[in-house]
């Protein structure tokens, strides 16, 4: 059965870094999207991406936050300079499109920010 | 702007008896999805069950059943003969429309199965 996946399924970075998270959607969605959870708290809806740009984002998603897909299969999640905060769990999710209404989701990068 | 509720933080029940859990939404939209998301300690994001609002007949997956009352804006979960593998929490999600449509979850319940 296809899935999304997602790499690395940890990753621990110093404050100020940048990170990349990489997801790969299921082949044939249209849409994908970045969630993120902080530790014991609700998922929270970070960014939407279709036809190659950003469709939807929160007000989580500011000027440190941007995507991209830049093969074709790939979509990546890059945090500039991250901060203690930014510590959680980021789950990437895809969806087929208009018939099939829910979102795939990855097993999750964990982020840690030190 | 849509929101969930789960009123119930924390909930437990006996294995093989039955558990209902709790959810609430507010919308003005009349087409939407409602889905039930299960995560066990590894953290992942597992559908369990979804139901377009649309249809009146409340979707059923297995052990696991809906409760939904469009009027009363309620999506409840039943689960049935609960098993130790049920641990995990519970999301319960909104998504407002098909394709793009970002997806709204609340706080979540952490169900606990004992033996």
């Known amino acids: 059965e296809p899935e999304v996946t997602q790499t690395p399924s940890h990753q621990v970075t110093q404050m100020g870094q940048e990170v990349i998270l990489r997801c790969v959607p299921i082949s044939n969605h249209l849409y994908f999207y970045w969630y993120r959870q902080i530790l014991g708290q609700k998922v929270e809806f970070l960014v939407s991406f279709y036809n190659n740009e950003i469709s939807e984002k929160s007000e989580i998603f500011d000027d440190q936050f941007s995507v991209e897909r830049p093969d074709g299969s790939n979509f990546t999640l890059k945090i500039r300079s991250t901060k203690l905060e930014d510590s959680a769990m980021y789950f990437c999710a895809s969806n087929k499109g208009a018939e099939n209404t829910e979102a795939f989701f990855g097993q999750g990068t964990r982020l840690t920010v030190v | 702007a849509q929101t969930v509720t789960q009123s119930q933080p924390e909930m437990s029940v006996q294995e093989a008896e039955t558990v209902t859990l709790s959810c609430t939404y507010d919308?003005?939209?009349?087409?939407?999805?409602l889905f039930w998301y299960k995560q066990p300690p590894s953290r992942q994001m597992i559908l369990v069950i979804r139901q377009e609002a649309y249809k009146q007949q409340n979707a059923t997956e297995n052990r696991f059943s809906v409760n939904f009352q469009k009027a009363a804006k309620s999506f409840s979960l039943k689960i049935s003969d609960s098993q130790l593998g049920d641990t995990a929490m519970y999301f319960c999600a909104f998504m407002k429309h098909a394709g793009a449509g970002k997806s709204t979850f609340g706080d979540g319940t952490t169900l606990t199965v004992k033996p």
């Open positions: 919308t003005s939209e009349n087409n939407y999805y």
